[in-house]
């Protein structure tokens, strides 16, 4: 039997060997693009770090087995020109795979370290949350003057706290960003949620009504409650009154995450502190909580009443009096067992 000499049949038919291997790396290259790879659950966990290269991408992809070739998936983001759209990210890879599937999957972006701020908390508890998120950061130290590129500094003093402008909200961190850049997030957020609702009221003074905004978030639970208190606050600035706020006495005792916001009457009288409302006359230095979007409006909207006293009954819901006798005299109805 004449043993094919391979040599020989190129020289005789260049192009069907040409075409033969054009073929095979057709074939070869769909079978690597889109024959899936089947991962079972739980999967593979694959992170992708902001600013990460294509190649860098790609081949941890191989590594993990995820893809067959980091070349074939790099090839493929270009010709279809999603290279650029690659999001950083927490992925968990399971199922049928293959590159399109991938592709779609890093567009659609990962989770990074996600982390929910409710309304209402200072920004200890917040320093205390992100912490124990593994989002090492020190918030004290930080002024809004740290941030020459924020619009907050159009209309806010560039030597207050971050106190107050930590929006509330569901945040997506990553480990490689620096402490600026998270303080950055919630700044451009408060700036995005709330810095509208001030510049509607431009006649206002904007951190005093923050000031309010924060003690209101604590003292009412309903935002018509919110609104009446708000104007209750002005009354007793107007006539010089002490605002003589519970919360802004908790708030001194505020150290770490959860913040204890009961106050006994003895911490009233005994603590000397420029939050104590009981014993100092005007708002405290700073805000006490960092407020939502209802405690803003109604800060900046009060209802005019002739009210100067307030408490809240076990449900929440706020009671008004007019005077300090029928002030005492809410007290023991609805406070007193």
């Given at each position: ?77 270009v ?70 590129e ?9 030597d ?57 978030e ?31 006495v908790?708030?001194?005792?505020c ?30 230095p700073t ?21 100067l ?28 067992d």
């Amino acid at each position: 039997m004449e043993i094919i000499d391979i040599q020989k049949l190129i020289k005789l038919y260049p192009w069907v060997f040409l075409s033969l291997v054009l073929a095979f790396i057709f074939l070869y290259s769909l079978f690597t693009i889109y024959y899936p790879i089947y991962i079972p659950e739980p999967g593979v966990s694959f992170y992708i770090p902001p600013k990460s290269n294509l190649k860098t991408i790609a081949d941890t992809l191989e590594k993990q087995k995820i893809i067959r070739s980091a070349f074939y998936f790099r090839a493929y983001l270009v010709i279809t020109n999603r290279h650029l759209n690659i999001k950083a990210g927490y992925y968990n890879f399971y199922g049928y795979l293959n590159i399109p599937r991938v592709s779609e999957i890093l567009e659609k972006g990962g989770k990074g370290i996600v982390v929910t701020i409710p309304e209402g908390l200072t920004l200890v508890e917040i320093n205390d949350i992100l912490n124990s998120k593994g989002i090492k950061i020190d918030l004290k130290k930080y002024k809004l003057g740290d941030f020459s590129e924020i619009e907050l500094l159009k209309y806010f003093s560039k030597d207050l706290p971050l106190e107050g402008f930590l929006a509330p909200d569901t945040y997506e961190f990553f480990q490689e960003e620096n402490e600026k850049e998270v303080v950055y997030k919630f700044l451009k957020n408060f700036e995005r949620k709330f810095l509208p609702e001030f510049l509607k009221f431009p006649e206002k003074n904007f951190y005093e009504r923050l000031i309010i905004a924060s003690i209101l978030e604590r003292e009412a639970k309903f935002f018509e409650d919110m609104k009446i208190i708000a104007g209750i606050l002005d009354n007793r600035l107007k006539t010089k009154k002490k605002l003589e706020v519970d919360a802004t006495v908790a708030y001194i005792k505020c150290k770490k995450y959860p913040c204890d916001w009961q106050v006994t009457s003895k911490e009233i009288k005994t603590i000397d502190n420029p939050y104590n409302t009981y014993k100092n006359y005007g708002l405290p230095p700073t805000p006490i909580s960092n407020p939502g979007l209802n405690a803003i409006k109604a800060s900046l909207e009060p209802i005019t009443t002739d009210y100067l006293y307030y408490l809240t009954d076990k449900s929440g819901k706020a009671i008004f009096s007019k005077t300090i006798k029928e002030h005492q005299a809410n007290i023991k109805k609805y406070l007193k067992d």
